[in-house]
């Protein structure tokens, strides 16, 4: 090797060394496990095998064509910023929507977020300061992990149980992770990954607690109307914590708009609501064209969430029966949301699920799932455990749920 060649080297590898370091926060920021096999998925999908998603709570179902027709019919030459707390129009909608619940809220308790996941993270920098404590029950929605990051908040995860469909455990159980760090409570209801409805009984046992240790109560609701066998409460129902409760909610799932990002934060408490306008005035402000469009949305909620809701109850049904007729899985019925945590007859479920995208096939069609370790913050659990979403129509899930059950009989007879 020529003398300039190597001082041309070292001179790059010494320009290397001294290229900055990025932050802990961006070291320790988590790619998000939904997605992860999605590019696998893509690639295996450009050699002609069909891919069923089952992996992502996107639903199959159409946006209902009121959204176009309220874009349509707005007449807007610019398209301008809108107010850091909402547009007043959005504003009033989503107080008729929650009216429709029993819940009552005035529009200057409101701000309108880009989705649930900003309104997560207002929350967060509203209640924490760094190293503050929130607690969470695993398996938690995985992007809580991001958020908190964002945040510099850290999760403590209280482990709930696949035996009793991923219900509460008692307060006193609860309290043992409680620390002097401990800001809040998360809770998300019904929940995402596991279906779980929250009872009476179990939701006083956290507003006990909030009352006891003078803690906040964020509950992420954006499945409230995914409720099939059990009945919904709301947080809201709970008038002894109103000054401590911030209520989460998004038009994303109950609607078919996910693209549209619209969410909201809403709380009696005053102080965290000019607290998340000043987070919302740092980022300007969301889509404008998106906050009209689902006005009539809010306005109706019923008229447009109810054939939602039934097919995803019968998409429900089909999963749970389809489950009893696999060997070997753990599973429950989920009461609300569309998913389900099922544990596999395997050791690592993200193996199982990468080798169905890389090498199985049954009549040249296969699964993309989740696997569960992704939707806990403690190690090594969720390992034989996926997030399943019943994202596609009966029939489809039908063969979905076969091509599970014949995945597992190769898989065990290769790798167990």
Known sequence: MSELKVDKELRLENQREKVPSISERARSMQASPLRKLGVLAEERKNKGVKIYYLNIGQPD??????????????????????????????????????????????????????????????????????????????????????????????????????????????????????????????????SNPTGAIYSRKELEGVVQLIKKHNLFLMCDEVYREFAYDAEFISVMDFPEIAQQTILIDSCSKRFNVCGARIGVIASHNKEVIQSSLKFGMARLSVATIEQLAVIPLLTEPQKFTQPIVEEFRKRRDVVYECLKEIPGVTFYKPEGAFYIVIGLPVKDSEHFSKWLIEEFEYENETILLAPAQGFYASPNKGMNEVRLAFMLNVEEMKKCLNILKIALQNYQRKFE
């Open 61 to 190: 179902l159409p946006t209902d064509p009121a959204v176009f027709s309220e874009i349509q019919k707005r007449e807007q030459k610019t398209i301008a910023y809108a107010p850091s707390n909402g547009m007043a129009e959005t504003l009033t909608a989503w107080r008729m929507y929650f009216k429709n619940f029993g819940i009552e809220f005035t529009e200057s308790e409101m701000i309108v977020t880009a989705g649930g996941s900003e309104a997560v993270i207002f929350a967060m920098c509203s209640i924490c300061d760094t190293n503050d404590e929130i607690i969470v029950f695993e398996p938690f929605y995985t992007n809580y992990n991001g958020f908190a990051t964002l945040a510099n908040v850290k999760l403590k995860a209280v482990p709930l149980s696949i035996e009793n469909g991923f219900h509460l455990p008692p307060a006193n159980e609860i309290e043992k992770y409680i620390t002097p760090k401990t800001k809040g409570i998360l809770l998300n209801n019904p």
